[in-house]
């Protein structure tokens, strides 16, 4: 049996709650996702795939740190934080948010969580934000707490996880409603759930509030989950690109802004509430953007993995952008790819050339998402 040790990982890096139980179940390779170790790796990604959008798999997520802020000006706090106009969220609610810097620049697009009137959860993609809001803290004048809790997510994503959650948690977790979190426990280990997560198929995370308890955690739900079919898996390329969904420091970064990204939706510049940003992102908003996100189909033979460097666009001599994140789509029979070019080459169906590794390939801006575009799986 393979264990933890065999890897050869240091400290500097942490490990998750989950860590040793996803070596039990396979884990063969791991990368980095805020300085923490996530599992990149059960074997065949194509098979994960399709394991996910048939069946089920449980993700260990961990790495998707929350922030956790709270005290009297936690509300008012957390809106200064991004563009998104939050005064109709719930308690209980959650929404996908972005948090941007002075210059109206992503610095991350997390989940936003509210648990309380006073607490929420920003459950991150892979930036230091704990350290961005406590340092936007410090001169803000508000009555806030702002620190790293011991929460560590696991993602139970696909078709069949509602009846996974049902043999869990009995028929009541079948009202948890899309975006929205219950508190909860499972034989004594305390939860957040959630109907969120990073697929887009219908699914949950589940945030263990004990850190100890992670390996127990892990074992009741694929104890739970074995009649339907449920494996082991990592949060799979080919579903995400799919579907769109946005992979930090790949499809956006600090350069980036809403408005390039096409989630205009997400930001309100008329909410009487200010944000960090807002002066720009008004600038930014009547100036239009130089370039926009874009999705490609790219011809010839199946990509073999995603990429791993910035693909060059060109048309004529000519580059004009850079595709981001690509992968060859079983489902689609189809090489597809997301991409950032300049605002005069956006236009459906206009043809360019990219510059792989193995040489040049033609590509046409095509509708994103790929898959599902009213998100009706997740939904559910």
Same mark, same amino acid.
């Given at each position: ?6 890897? /050869? ?181 305390? &939860? ?13 995370? &589940? ?25 082991? /898996? ?8 799919? /579907? ?137």
């Amino acid at each position: 049996m393979t264990q933890a040790d065999d890897f /050869g990982f240091g400290t500097q890096i942490r490990k998750s709650p989950y860590f040793d139980a996803t070596v039990r179940w396979g884990a063969k390779g791991f990368s980095v996702y805020n300085h923490m170790y996530i599992p990149r790796d059960f074997g065949d990604p194509v098979q994960n795939f399709w394991n996910l959008v048939n069946d089920a798999i449980l993700c260990d997520v961990a790495v998707e740190r929350q922030v956790e802020i709270s005290g009297p000006d936690a509300a008012a706090f957390v809106q200064m934080l991004t563009p998104r106009n939050l005064s109709t969220l719930a308690v209980g609610q959650c929404k996908y948010i972005l948090i941007t810097n002075a210059d109206g620049g992503v610095l991350n697009d997390p989940i936003l969580l509210r648990l309380g009137e006073n607490h929420f959860w920003i459950s991150l993609a892979d930036s230091d934000i704990l350290l961005w809001a406590q340092g936007v803290a410090v001169h803000a004048g508000m009555a806030v707490t702002i620190r790293e809790p011991d929460v560590s997510p696991l993602q139970l994503q696909g078709p069949k996880s509602g009846a996974v959650m049902k043999a869990l948690f009995g028929d009541n977790i079948l009202d948890l409603r899309y975006y929205w979190l219950r508190e909860i426990a499972l034989d004594g280990i305390p &939860l957040i759930v959630s109907r969120t997560g990073w697929s887009s198929e219908l699914g949950y995370e &589940l945030y263990l509030r004990d850190g100890s308890r992670g390996d127990e955690l892990w074992e009741k739900v694929m104890a739970a989950g074995a009649p339907y079919g449920l494996k082991p /898996g990592h949060t799979s390329s080919i579903r995400r690109i799919e /579907g769109g969904m946005l992979s930090y420091h790949a499809d956006a970064d600090i350069d980036t802004n809403p408005y390039e990204l096409g989630l205009d939706r997400l930001v309100d510049l008329d909410m009487p509430a200010d944000f960090i940003g807002k002066v720009a992102l008004h600038r930014i908003r009547a100036a239009g953007v130089r370039r926009k996100q874009v999705g490609l189909r790219i011809d010839g033979p199946p990509l073999t993995g995603p990429n791993t460097t910035f693909w060059p666009i060109r048309v004529a001599d000519d580059t004009i952008g850079k595709v981001t994140s690509a992968i060859h789509s079983p489902r689609l029979a189809q090489n597809i790819a997301l991409a950032m070019v300049s605002a005069g080459h956006a236009e459906l169906g206009t043809v360019v050339e990219v510059a792989m590794p193995t040489g040049s390939a033609q590509a046409t801006v095509v509708e994103r998402p790929f898959f599902d575009p009213k998100k009706q799986l997740a939904i559910g």
